[in-house]
């Protein structure tokens, strides 16, 4: 069994760039999550991806953006980069129907300059 | 909407010791309870979670957490800790399985 995995595992950008992070989720999941961790916080929900919809999402704005492709794998897309928007980006999948469990990948540590 | 509030930032506690990581929640509806363990440089792993039934659940690992809900806590608990127990803990609440809502992280370091 697969687990959940996310490229690239670490990235530079500066202020106002563009950047897309990728997740695989764990085979036979069919829902992915979004979050991001900054430095001494915990995971902040971003959004929810169900079957290709968004099925969710936390406070924030809309240059956060998401896709979700048939075979369940999904994007972070982050337009006009802040120096905020540094942080470890975790992508988690889950099988929809429970109500239990999230599966994390490693993150995407993402550093604006 | 629901929030979680994890008392401790840092424990620190000496091998074989017990500890005890708190977590307190708040939400207006049922919710579903976990902790998740986080090591240096990566993802989280869930240690364990209350969905329904029993009050009292464990790990495979000898950590178990209690469901109080007249004081809305979902507290950590462990009788003797391992150096490799010394990792970041993250309680967090559910209400549909949607979306979870993380504390801010308590940082458990066992020292020899």
């Known amino acids: 069994e697969t687990g959940v995995t996310q490229s690239p595992t670490h990235l530079i950008k500066t202020r106002g760039q563009q950047v897309t992070l990728r997740c695989s989720s764990q085979?036979?999941?069919?829902?992915v999550s979004w979050y991001q961790q900054a430095l001494g916080q915990g995971p902040q929900f971003i959004f929810q991806?169900?079957?290709?919809?968004?099925?969710g999402r936390g406070n924030f704005p809309p240059r956060f953006s998401g896709l979700q492709f048939p075979n369940y794998s999904s994007e972070l897309n982050v337009n006009a980069l802040e120096l905020d928007d540094s942080a470890l980006y975790l992508c988690?999948?889950?099988?929809?129907?429970?109500?239990?469990?999230?599966?994390f990948g490693e993150g995407s540590r993402l550093t604006v300059l | 909407a629901q929030s979680v509030t994890q008392l401790d930032s840092q424990v620190p506690v000496f091998e074989e010791a017990p500890v005890e990581l708190r977590c307190n929640y708040s939400?207006?509806?049922?919710?579903?309870l976990f902790w998740y363990v986080q090591y240096p440089n990566q993802g989280l792993q869930l240690l364990l979670k209350y969905l329904s039934g029993s009050t009292l659940v464990e790990s495979i690992n000898g950590f178990e957490a209690e469901f109080n809900k007249s004081q809305t806590s979902f507290h950590l608990r462990k009788p003797s800790v391992h150096i490799s127990d010394t990792a970041e803990y993250f309680c967090a609440v559910s209400v549909s399985g949607n979306q979870f809502y993380f504390g801010t992280g308590t940082s458990l370091t066992v020292i020899p």
């Open positions: 939400s207006s509806v049922s919710v579903y």
């Open positions: 085979s036979g999941h069919n829902t």
């Open positions: 988690a999948s889950s099988l929809r129907t429970d109500a239990g469990e999230l599966f």
């Open positions: 991806y169900y079957r290709e919809e968004e099925n």
